[in-house]
């Protein structure tokens, strides 16, 4: 199975999905912000289809397209400080419809399917560069603002305080979740990423430890999930994003299971 | 400008007029005296008050009705303020422009604090859910604080007594230790000024005793200066340098004494609070 090229290549982006979604994932759980992942995912298939429309790498249009959005998402939360979960559905309505008028009007010359669903055949080469660029720039940057994203999420008037300048860090931010998501699309797809960003990481915090434990355990799961999911998924011809959320819901699952039996034993033991 | 400034433009205006020459000395050596008083005053006042608000209002719709209207106040470094009122008088409001969380709808606020400490809510900080250590809550202030010594860590949690609960998780902590902690938190990189809002919410009674009495230990042996919104009133009484009373938009600072006398039908509070140290 390795001996094909477009295995190697869906390895390998596989293992930077599994880095980024759930180092990104943790700050939006955290923040209670998981379906902003769900929101900017649609808004990468409204990216994808701007992208193939003007004839560019549609990985390169999700990236834009995704960031703009997340941007929009920021620069709505000042007029809609009530009323946030209404910011979702006002950018969800803009991709959502955008990405429906493009595909319906028969203009593009590729087809957008894939990206829904998620492929392994279709990474290309300058797929791969554009993964690999922007892997590398996120990771770095997740790296160096760590302790002020830990704050912003953990404590945010104490980051304030601290004089972190947390709107500037918010607008990065927003550029970090539209690259895991831009990285993710091609095999993940759209409609099941945001399980990427959010069931690994929602696994790890049922360990109940610290910050950085639970951010390792869920780069752990995240990685059991995708290439369980790939590896299954190509034996049994079946879209790699499905089978890899379905993955995903059993770990999550045989984790809290396993809890409750720890916990059972535990209070058996004490009796 | 202040009642000395505009008695220094009289005395000008006499001296300018005067014909007699020992009238004219006297006038002269009075006249020094003021500015001696006027601009010695202006001094002291910038180097020694800590926070100054000048005509200070906030309304969070930027029109009427306004939380604060018209506040004018002046707290000195070293003092301890509690700011006690209602509910909805305006207390965290007050505290959040001090921290210029709020902008001020007119007027102005400052702080001189080169480095602010800051204490929250239990509510805003409880958080519990949320997978963090101790050590990893205070170890990641101290980065965004510019910190290098990773000592302060351990001397932060050995000045609260908690040093036992370094691998904690904070959702785990009880009121008191997770109001001990963040008390390390805010006293990490050496604040001037530490802003605490309501430090005794949620927490039992021997460690709001432990709290206070390290509280007023920090400012009486560190001189920093702390200002407090409470609603431990006894507390107040016992522990400040100063009370400061907001109603109805509000506010006016007397001594703790005067202030059991007006409101607590002068009952000192003694007993409310000790001064053990933690």
């Known amino acids: 199975m390795l001996q094909y090229s477009f295995m190697q290549n869906a390895v390998l982006v596989s293992v930077f999905i599994s880095i980024l979604c759930p180092s990104i994932g943790i700050f939006l759980v955290l923040r209670r912000y998981s379906m902003i992942g769900d929101t900017l995912s649609h808004a990468s298939l409204a990216g994808v289809t701007l992208g193939l429309l003007a004839g560019q790498n549609p990985i390169l249009g999700a990236f834009v397209f995704t960031s703009i959005c997340g941007a929009l998402i920021e620069f709505l939360r000042n007029y809609f400080k009530k009323y946030t979960d209404l910011i979702l559905t006002i950018v969800l309505s803009l991709s959502v419809g955008t990405a429906i008028t493009i595909i319906s009007s028969g203009k593009l010359k590729a087809n957008a399917d894939s990206f829904l669903f998620g492929s392994i055949l279709t990474v290309t080469q300058f797929d791969m560069i554009m993964v690999l660029v922007l892997s590398i720039i996120s990771v770095l940057t997740l790296i160096i603002l760590y302790h002020q994203m830990l704050y912003i999420a953990y404590d945010e008037e104490a980051a304030r305080v601290a004089g972190v300048r947390v709107k500037l860090i918010n607008y990065v931010f927003s550029i970090l979740v539209a690259s895991a998501i831009s990285v993710s699309i091609r095999i993940v797809g759209v409609l099941v990423l945001s399980s990427m960003i959010a069931l690994p990481v929602a696994t790890a915090l049922q360990l109940g430890k610290g910050f950085r434990v639970t951010l390792i355990f869920s780069i752990v799961f995240s990685m059991v999930d995708i290439m369980t999911g790939l590896f299954v998924s190509y034996y049994l011809n079946v879209a790699p994003g499905g089978f890899t959320a379905l993955v995903s819901v059993a770990v999550l699952v045989v984790v809290l299971v396993g809890k409750t039996v720890q916990a059972r034993l535990r209070a058996r033991r004490a009796a | ?278």
């Open chain 2, 1 to 278: 400008m202040n009642t000395s400034g505009f008695y220094l433009q009289i005395q000008l205006i006499c001296v300018y007029n005067m014909n007699d020459n020992r009238e004219k000395q006297i006038c002269q050596v009075r006249m020094s005296c003021i500015c001696i008083y006027f601009f010695s005053g202006q001094w002291a006042e910038r180097v020694y008050t800590m926070i100054t608000a000048k005509d200070l209002s906030f309304s969070y719709t930027g029109s009427p009705p306004y939380v604060l209207r018209g506040l004018n106040l002046m707290i000195k470094e070293g003092e301890y303020v509690s700011v006690v009122g209602e509910n909805g008088c305006g207390k965290s409001t007050l505290m959040r422009l001090i921290l210029k969380f709020l902008k001020p709808t007119s007027g102005s606020i400052a702080t001189k604090a080169a480095r602010v400490g800051y204490v929250p809510q239990k509510s805003d900080y409880s958080n519990a859910g949320f997978p963090i250590t101790v050590y990893e809550a205070l170890d990641s202030y101290r980065r965004l604080l510019k910190i290098r010594d990773k000592s302060v860590i351990e001397a932060g949690l050995q000045q609260v007594g908690m040093q036992a609960f370094a691998g904690a998780l904070m959702g785990t902590l009880s009121g008191g230790q997770g109001q001990k902690i963040l008390i390390a938190r805010a006293l990490m990189g050496a604040p001037d000024l530490l802003i605490l809002d309501e430090p005794s919410t949620g927490v039992d009674i021997q460690s709001q005793q432990e709290i206070y009495g390290f509280l007023k230990g920090i400012n009486q042996n560190n001189g920093i200066t702390i200002v407090s919104v409470e609603h431990n009133l006894d507390a107040a009484v016992s522990n400040s340098t100063l009370i400061y009373h907001l109603t109805d938009g509000r506010g006016h600072l007397c001594s703790p004494k005067k202030y059991a006398q007006e409101f607590l039908g002068g009952k000192s509070g003694q007993g409310g609070v000790g001064n053990a140290a933690i």
